[in-house]
T-cell receptor, first 113, second 115 residues
């Protein structure tokens, strides 16, 4: 299963765009890239998932280059409420109900006023 | 839907005691996951079920840990006997069939302290 590497922490000012990059060099053909957000004292919350190119939803964009060895979560115009830990993970669905996934250490994003 | 429900929210127990954590997944979800989170080890997948059947328990740390899912709306994670190193936040999550949508919905967690 592909291991993920992401920065331990990042700081950003309010209103800026934040890009968090995750490295997953050993990603396999059937693997998906997923990002979760976690606030203190809460469970993680799904943000976005993608396979290749670009995916966008109401809260974030996910950019995946052609070789899929990395991915970048982009948060537009962050606010103080975006201060959280962001996890990148690779999901392998092998069929017949079989999952493999591993949460990395996460990136602690601190948004500064 | 009320989301994934976990109980208790906090548990303090003495070493050697049995601890049972409970989870009610979102109705209609086929998958249920148990995770453990600590500062040192991060978020670890312990075990997951598909349609009430355990699929992968390779993350269960040792025989002191066991999990059951007697029906589609209830699961337990039991630690017997408990040890101080089991202190952590334990999360339960559920999801639909990954062939349709992979998003996992996490519960609020149970903070376990073993003294």
């Amino acid at each position: 299963l592909a291991k993920t590497t992401q920065p331990i922490s990042m700081d950003s000012y309010e209103g800026q765009e934040v890009n968090i990059t995750c490295s997953h060099n050993n990603i396999a053909t059937n693997d998906y890239i997923t990002w979760y957000q976690q606030f203190p004292s809460q469970g993680p919350r799904f943000i976005i998932q993608g396979y290749k190119t670009k995916v966008t939803n109401e809260v974030a964009s996910l950019f995946i280059p052609a070789d899929r060895k990395s991915s970048t979560l982009s948060l537009p115009r962050v606010s103080l409420s975006d201060t959280a830990v962001y996890y990148c993970l690779v999901l392998k669905y092998s069929g017949a109900g079989s999952y493999q996934l591993t949460f990395g250490k996460g990136t602690k994003l601190s948004v500064i006023p | 839907d009320a989301g994934v429900i976990q109980s208790p929210r906090h548990e303090v127990t003495e070493m050697g005691q049995e601890v049972t954590l409970r989870c009610k997944p979102i109705s209609g979800h086929d998958y249920l996951f148990w995770y453990r989170q600590t500062m040192m080890r991060g978020l670890e997948l312990l075990i997951y079920f598909n349609n009430n059947v355990p699929i992968d328990d390779s993350g269960m740390p040792e025989d002191r840990f066991s999990a059951k899912m007697p029906n589609a709306s209830f699961s337990t994670l039991k630690i017997q006997p408990s040890e101080p190193r089991d202190s952590a936040v334990y999360f339960c999550a559920s999801s639909l069939d990954p062939g349709q949508n992979y998003e996992q919905y996490f519960g609020p967690g149970t903070r376990l302290t073993v003294t």
